[in-house]
């Protein structure tokens, strides 16, 4: 059962990011001051990635631990104890979505990379790292 009323609960869910969130903002950050240029939560692709670097033609994803289901992929809703059938259909569907937007910008020719949000806090240097590894020899004295 939950402990917050519906009022509680929708006002703190709604204050959750689905946009600019502190880990692709971290991300973003450390590719602009390698000198790379972007864009952001791009809506000509499938999916609106977070970060896509044209040029290169990579789109980055910042999957947030919760909502793509971390860690329970093959039981997505097993981390919820309250109003588990509910959360179970819909984390099931993102990872569903997530697999459908990959599939299409594949068939589009676009190298698809995803970082888990709590990876990126803990980690940045290497998801840069990662990033740059599919960049032709641009700024790889960062590494």
């Known amino acids: ?11 703190n869910m709604s204050h959750i990011r689905s946009k600019d969130t502190k880990p692709e903002i971290m991300l973003r950050k450390a590719l602009w001051h390698l000198g790379f240029r972007y864009r952001k939560n791009y809506a000509a692709l499938p999916g609106k990635p977070d970060i896509v670097l044209i040029r290169y033609k990579i789109v980055i994803f910042v999957d947030g631990d919760f909502w793509h289901a971390r860690g329970h992929q093959q039981h997505p809703g097993e981390q919820v104890s309250s109003n588990k059938e509910y959360w179970q259909k819909k984390l099931e569907h993102n990872v569903e979505r997530d697999r459908a937007v990959n599939d299409a910008l594949t068939e589009q020719g676009w190298l698809i990379l995803r970082f888990w949000e709590s990876d ?18 641009k700024k790889h004295e960062y590494i």
């Open 1 to 11: 059962m939950d402990v917050l009323t519906k009022e509680q609960r929708h006002r």
């Open 120 to 137: 990126v806090k803990k980690n940045l240097d290497g998801c840069i790292s990662q990033i740059l590894q599919y960049i032709p020899s």
